[in-house]
């Protein structure tokens, strides 16, 4: 199976980089897994709304532009669907066993996705109705995307 993470922004904290590298090479015996950030767009403190979608739209364009026609997306949207650990493993199965091997994940930046990208995605998902800054979201996703291969392998994990 082939996950892709796409991002916006580039990530910084040596912290974060470090959690991330440790999920990754755990991953490498279930799947390969590509890192894809793309930039953000600089945003002054006090944006209209008009401003806003501006961006998300530049953002997106940008997104948009490393999903592939074949890949199956899921784009995290504070309102998407929220799974317990065990359905969103087996969500991830199924996609397999219907030959849809190709996953991407897409994380928006400070702003959220473009109306085109939550339009392209095959669903949104979220990880509860808390705010969590883009750059840790791209550690819990990664920790996530890990649990569930290791459910849906039968290996041990955390309740």
Known sequence: MNIKIIAVGKLKEKYLKQGIAEYVKRLGSYCKLEMIEVNDEKAPENLSDK????????????????????????ALAINGKQYESI????????????????????IGGSLGLSNQVLKRADQEI??????????????????????????????????
């Open 87 to 106: 359905a969103f493993a087996d969500q991830i199965n199924q996609l397999g066993i219907q030959g849809k091997s190709n996953i991407t994940f897409i």
């Open 51 to 74: 401003e806003m979608e501006l961006i998300k739209e530049k953002e997106g364009e940008r997104i948009l532009a490393k999903v592939s026609d074949q890949s199956y997306v899921f």
């Open 126 to 159: 979220s990880f509860g109705k808390l705010t969590f800054p883009h750059q840790l979201m791209r550690l819990v996703l990664v920790e996530q995307v890990y649990r569930a291969f290791r459910i849906m392998n039968g290996h041990a994990y955390h309740k």
